[in-house]
């Protein structure tokens, strides 16, 4: 089966080429190379030994995109093109709704055309803002995104529920995403962030790796077991095989207007501050950092309740934080070194 992976050249979709190989699909790739580039591709071919088709098209591009599903029949498609950065949403909210809307919208209509029925569509945690319970479930009520970037990913949800029931024939899964980090054990992928990271796993990496001087925690006087938020740090490989697991659910799906969101995360909450310390201990090394004020926006502490993804799709989170900070430190080493 022949799997579009829209922005396969990115962080999560890389990891999610890799393993849709190894499930015995067929990806292809196309990514604007926005946030990206091609020694992503070199990274996958040295991963599993084969290229993996890829056209540099912006999925805006309406009329190629048709061009492109005029030539690859497709079997599915995988949507992670989207801008994603939390900050930059709020200084430029307009390119934001513009890209991650459009495309969605034109992915949609050409996939009606060529009838094309599974979608899996990257979403997040964001829509959940700071939940009023925890650990979240999918039945959570979504509050009103703190960014632009989260907004688009609640809206684009909506988008795709009411085109399903529409009946035109597509089924469609949405995964929340919590906080992917790490990755691939080969360093061979990973995550590239564009300039001064804003995640924290990234911009900690580059202060271990003596890019950056010191990292900054934002806030310790949170209502948390040691004052600093708390979230639920996710391998990008077992997020990557989660959306392997979701085109398997939906060839099993016997109903036509199938629409529905899973939460994928560990299912387990950690502090900003135990994952330092677990990057120190596993790796075996000292982190330079302080204590700042508060981030604006940040939420105090989301964990996903992750039931419903492990019985529905019998995916459950394989690696541990530690497997994650240990991955993450190999790729920060050796991006260090190429530099
Ligand atoms: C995690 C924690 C910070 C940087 C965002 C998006 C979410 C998803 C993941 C795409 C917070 C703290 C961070 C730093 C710090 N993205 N931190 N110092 O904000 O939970 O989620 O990225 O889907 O949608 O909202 O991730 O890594 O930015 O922050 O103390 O230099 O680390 O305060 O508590 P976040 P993050």
């Known amino acids: 089966m022949k799997i579009l992976v829209t922005g396969g050249a990115g962080f999560i979709g890389s990891h999610t080429v890799v393993e ?12 604007n190379l926005y946030n990206s580039n091609r020694e992503v591709l070199a990274g996958i071919y040295n991963i599993i030994g084969k290229e993996v088709p ?8 309406e009329r190629a995109v048709r061009d492109l599903f005029e030539k690859e029949k497709f079997d599915g498609v995988i949507h992670f093109a989207a801008y994603k950065a939390v900050g930059e949403s709020v200084e430029k909210p307009l390119a934001y709704y513009e890209n991650n809307l459009m495309s969605l919208i034109v992915l949609l209509k050409v996939m009606r055309d060529y ?11 964001t829509v959940y803002g700071q939940p009023n319970e925890l650990p979240v479930t999918e039945d959570t009520p979504r509050q009103p995104a703190a960014s632009p970037y989260g ?57 271990a790796a003596g890019l950056r001087k010191s990292l900054t925690v934002f806030g310790e006087d949170y209502d948390t077991p040691d004052g600093t938020c708390v ?46 310390k677990t990057f120190e201990e596993v790796n075996n090394l000292k982190l330079n950092y302080n204590i700042g004020p508060r981030r604006p926006g940040d939420v105090e502490k989301i964990y996903a309740q992750s039931d419903k993804v492990n019985n529905v799709m019998k995916w459950h989170a394989e690696k541990s934080l530690a497997d994650a900070l240990k991955d993450a430190w190999r790729w920060q080493e050796k991006i260090t070194k190429s530099v």
């Open 151 to 207: 907004n688009t990913k609640a809206i684009s949800e909506d988008i795709i529920r009411d085109h399903v029931i529409s009946k035109p024939g597509i089924k469609a899964i949405a995964l929340r995403y919590f906080n992917p980090i790490g990755a691939h054990s080969s360093a061979e992928i990973g995550e590239l962030p564009n300039g001064v990271p804003s995640n924290l796993v990234p911009y900690l990496t580059q202060v």
């Open 54 to 61: 890829f056209y540099e098209i912006d999925c805006n591009d």
């Open 231 to 276: 979230r639920d740090f996710i391998h990008v490989v077992d997020l990557a095989i989660a959306h392997v697991k979701a085109i398997e659910l939906l060839n099993e799906q016997t109903i036509s207007d199938y629409y529905d969101v899973f939460n994928v995360g560990t299912g387990q909450g950690h502090t900003v501050l135990e994952l330092i």
């Open 115 to 125: 009838q094309v029925n599974k979608f899996v569509f990257s979403s997040s945690c």
């Open 20 to 31: 849709l190989h190894n499930a015995g699909y067929t990806p292809v790739i196309i990514d």
